[in-house]
């Protein structure tokens, strides 16, 4: 049985991507009870908001043991937006707090962007490959490198390892990482439950891979 | 780059999607779940879905069926309409939207966007602006679905809403709504030109010119809603036109 958890930490609209892995997976729960993160065969981070609101959700639901035991068990995880950012080491939005660590690097603001460049970074922009980089073997395969994902944040992924780095998108002058992986491990910036028919794609090469 | 979006706005009255002119005259034009499907289908980039008579009446708009929409997609989704406190944005949220468009409580109770930002965060929070112009020349920010004078200079009143934080606009001509006669240019200029958050410009789009003009005038994305009611146009072609006239279009 591959049952897939949504991770309930109270932060964000989970229903959206609820509703997204449930076109592609009969077996999708919400939940914010560690026996059930324990029993699901992959687990999604969804999220949105401030950095540290994050982790203190996942540490007062005791979740943080049971999700660094799944990464560490070979779970397939995908964090989306915050989710994704709490993957990495530290987080720097007010102040400076530490992340999952799963995956190494830190979360830092946008750093200085071309003049009347808006803040959030809002709205539809291009995925590319990195450099030596390949989408085939991952949930991205079949995307077409420069397709538009739905973006809404204002602080970036920063890994630092290249080999980490699966997409980057350029804004405001600024090239950065918008989807992060190691391993089973994956994280985007962006919100592929809202990225349209690409998107979802992304979303059913998650859930294929999940053994 | 970012994209220039193309969102198309859904007014719900009951259990039916409606259009005017002016916002007045309401006709049914669909079934909000049918025409919903339709417009993702056809590649919008996001979706605008008001209750539209709900302030009017003076109750909150109709959660359930807020739901039964946000079910067929998967694009970012702005609801609005009747909107009176933390409590309602919170059911609307669960209800499935991404982003909350605020008018006349806020107008009336200006604090309300300051606590709804510092609840959930500016990218939520957007002022839906219904502006008329006077005899005299300035645009009034009008209330209840165009219909209520609220004595407010629209720039006086844009420029309060972008202290309190808001994150986004959506600015409606009331005099453009419905005419097919373009959009209003010379509103979206003044308030583009004091903007710091993205605008997006509503009322009057007639075709993919009237949309480039916007665009060319300022806006970052374009709300329309008759011609694509009535089948006049259809997302699709509207995007291919736009994106042979140089504009950055979403090519999916």
């Known amino acids: 049985m591959t049952r897939i958890c949504i991770v309930d930490y109270g932060v964000g609209n989970m229903y959206s991507i609820m509703k997204a892995m449930r076109l592609f997976s009969q077996d999708v729960v919400m939940s914010e009870d560690p026996a059930v993160l324990r029993t699901a065969s992959a687990l999604v981070l969804p999220g949105q908001g401030a950095f540290q609101a994050g982790m203190e959700g996942l540490e007062k639901r005791d979740l943080l043991p049971e999700v660094l ?3 560490k068990g070979g779970k397939p995880i995908l964090g989306i937006c915050l989710g994704a950012q709490l993957l990495l080491e530290k987080g720097w939005e007010f102040g400076e707090w530490p992340g999952l660590g799963i995956i190494p690097g830190e979360v830092v603001h946008f750093p200085a962007l071309q003049e009347k460049v808006k803040i959030p970074h809002m709205g539809w922009n291009a995925i590319d490959l990195p450099d030596k980089g390949q989408w085939d073997g991952t949930a991205f395969v079949g995307i077409t490198p420069g397709t538009e994902m739905y973006f809404i944040h204002s602080y970036i992924l920063r890994p630092q ?6 997409a980057e998108t350029t804004y405001g002058g600024v090239r950065f990482s918008s989807a992060i992986r190691s391993g089973n491990i994956l994280g985007c910036q962006f919100h592929p439950e809202k990225s349209g028919k690409e998107g979802l794609r992304i979303v059913e090469g998650f859930v294929r891979s999940i053994g | 780059m970012l994209k220039i979006r193309i969102i198309p706005r859904l007014d719900v009255k009951g259990s039916s999607i ?13 079934r909000p779940q049918d025409m919903a499907r339709k417009y993702f289908e056809q590649g919008a980039d996001e979706m605008i879905i008001m209750d539209t008579v709900a302030s009017l009446y003076g109750r909150s708009p109709d959660f359930a069926l807020m739901r039964t929409v946000a079910d067929e997609l998967f694009i970012p989704l702005t609801m609005g ?8 944005i919170t059911n609307l949220l669960r209800a ?3 982003k909350i468009a605020i008018n006349t409580y806020a107008i009336r109770n200006p604090p309300l966007i300051a606590e709804a930002v510092r609840q959930f965060g500016s990218q939520c929070i957007v002022l839906s602006v219904e502006a008329k112009r006077t005899p005299e020349g300035w645009w009034e920010a009008y209330t209840e679905g165009g219909r209520e004078h609220s004595g407010r200079n629209v720039i006086d ?9 808001i994150g986004e606009i959506l600015l409606t001509s009331v005099d453009s709504d419905g005419t097919r006669m373009g959009y209003a240019l010379d509103l979206i200029r003044a308030v583009t030109a004091i903007s710091t958050v993205p605008v997006i410009a509503h009322g009057g789009a007639r075709d993919s010119a009237s ?8 806006a970052d994305a374009v709300a329309l809603a008759t011609i694509l009611h009535y089948d ?3 997302i699709g072609p509207l995007k291919r036109e736009l994106s042979r006239c140089g504009l950055p279009i979403r090519s999916s």
């Not at chain 1, 390892?161 to 699966?166: F, I, K, N, P, S």
């Not at chain 2, 409606?18 to 669909?30: A, C, N, P, S, T």
């Not at chain 2, 009143?157 to 934080?165: H, I, M, S, T, Y």
């Open chain 1, 69 to 71: 035991r799944a990464a």
């Open chain 1, 161 to 166: 390892m290249r080999a980490h780095v699966l």
């Open chain 2, 18 to 30: 409606v259009k005017g002119i002016h916002m007045e005259g309401l006709r049914v034009v669909g």
């Open chain 2, 81 to 88: 309409g009747g909107i009176q406190s933390l409590h309602d």
């Open chain 2, 96 to 98: 499935g939207a991404d």
């Open chain 2, 157 to 165: 009143w844009v420029r309060e809403a972008l202290d309190l934080g």
């Open chain 2, 211 to 218: 949309l480039f003009a916007a665009i060319e005038t300022g």
């Open chain 2, 232 to 234: 006049e146009c259809s």
